[in-house]
């Protein structure tokens, strides 16, 4: 059996943004772990407008080529982690559009946050998410939380420490646990 697709989404468009660097460094504490098949989606890349499908994200008639293609990188992945900021105590536009998009592509699959901001770590952003998550009927799995005031992003490398390191694997576990069996049940539908 091949290994499961996890895909890392960077949620922050912005020029400037330490999302990219924080992605980065999940990434690669994912692929060293060895239990998925990890893969680096980056928003500012996908570029999708703000929604913009005459049709409703549940009929899956998708109109646009930008819709299709992203309908396409989300239906392969069995797993995500989002990396998000916290933008005015809660998570950023691009985000939210991204996951207002689709609909059955998210469905059944397992979730991770990856928070950062100030002394509040992106906690507000990562809580704002969860309701979103639900609605899509995606299966959170955990968080972690990174305050850039104690572990700020140097010369554009995030290097974390052990404790965020031990958090990451932490969310590793609960999405390695899960995703088998959300798999299973996409199956079975």
Do not use: C
């Amino acid at each position: 059996m091949t290994k499961p697709v996890l895909e890392i989404i960077i949620g922050s468009t912005r020029p400037g943004r330490v999302g990219g660097a924080i992605a980065t460094w999940f990434y690669n504490l994912a692929v060293a772990d060895d239990r998925f098949d990890v893969e680096l989606v980056d928003l500012a890349e996908v570029n999708l407008p703000i929604f913009n499908e005459p049709n409703h994200p549940i009929q899956g008639n998708y109109e646009f080529d930008h819709t299709k293609a992203w309908s396409a990188t989300v239906s392969r992945a069995d797993a995500f982690v989002f990396v998000v900021p916290e933008y005015n105590h809660s998570f950023n536009a691009a985000t939210k559009n991204a996951l207002d998009y689709l609909h059955h592509e998210w469905r059944y699959k397992p979730v991770g946050i990856v928070s950062y901001g100030g002394a509040v770590m992106g906690t507000r952003s990562a809580q704002h998410l969860k309701p979103v998550f639900s609605a899509l009927k995606l299966v959170h799995a955990g968080d972690v939380s990174i305050p850039l005031v104690t572990t700020p992003v140097v010369d554009g490398v995030f290097a974390g420490n052990d404790v965020l390191a031990n958090a990451a694997r932490n969310l590793l576990n609960e999405l390695d646990f899960v995703t088998p069996s959300l798999r299973q049940l996409r199956v079975d539908r």
